[in-house]
Structures are given as C-alpha cells and as structure tokens.
C-alpha cells in the first residue's frame, strides 16, 4: 500500500481497524469464513494446517507488515490456514467488502496484491520443497533455522544470533 495516492491511504486507513491480541490468540481458523484481511503491525503469528487425526504443520511465521487471509478474502471462501499470534500482537484488519469496494475505486492496489499472491505462491511452493522433497528431518531443521536467521538473525562475534520464537514442539510442527 505504500504507492497509495494521499487520498487512497487516507480511505484505507479510515476502513482500518487495529486490535491488541495477547500471545496464541487465534486470528482466524481453517474453514471458516474469511471476513476480513489482517495486516500483522507489531510481534508475530504462526500459519499452520491441521489433519483430521489432530496433527498440525506449521507452515511459516508471519513478521509485521505481512498480509494474513488475503487468498480467502479474494476468493470468498473459507481460510485454509489457521493463524495465532506468538506473542502478544498489533492487528490491522479491514473487512472483506471494504477492501473489496477499494479494490474497485483504486485498481492500482491491484498491483500490490499481486505481488503479495507471488510471495504466497512462492513460499508455499518453497514449503513443498523442503517438506516434501527433503530426506531428512535433520535437512528440514537446518532449512528453518536458515530462513529464521536471514529473516530476523543479529550478527554477533560468534556467528549469528536468533530469537526462537517458538516452543521445541513446535519446531517439530514446522518440520513435520
């Protein structure tokens, strides 16, 4: 949203609503109905899938700035992740006939949104890659503690430094 005229960011902010979730709230669930879009502001969210048996995959952490069930707000359907914060968190949400309406007024957003649908396909299929194609669970930690380093590690004398923000469960969720 940042090539917005002053005028549309003026209208999308007025849409904009902003809520404070404490950690491992649930955003929103696998099917069901995706109402709104979320910009994650502050903190972060795990996106995960669940079996019907009770087993969970942790697809990825969602940073601030990132946009959560925009693929089912387009669409119109059900969410087919499930999102919860991590740690206590900064909402954005606009609901779904808002941002829809403004789609239509400002078309240049399209533009934006479809570069966010390329980082989704491109993650997912990232995501496929490694889970699917990777012969070892020892491949699949070093994969995710690669990516957490480059999207939040602090170089030190040592090497590099990374907040984990997950629980050694869940690090086997985002392993499979």
Sequence with gaps: FRCLSSDALRELQAYVSVVC???HAMLFEEQREASRILILVEGCAKIS???SDGKRLILWIARPVE???LTSVLRGSCHEVTAETVHPCRIASIRREEFLDFLVRYPDVYQGVARELGVEMSRACEQMRIMGLSSSASIKLAWLLLEWSADGG???RRGTSVS????HEEMGECIG
């Design 21 to 23: 979730y404490p950690a």
């Design 49 to 51: 899938v669940n079996s």
């Design 67 to 69: 946009l959560l069930g």
């Design 154 to 156: 602090r170089t030190t």
């Design 164 to 167: 984990v923000p997950l629980t």
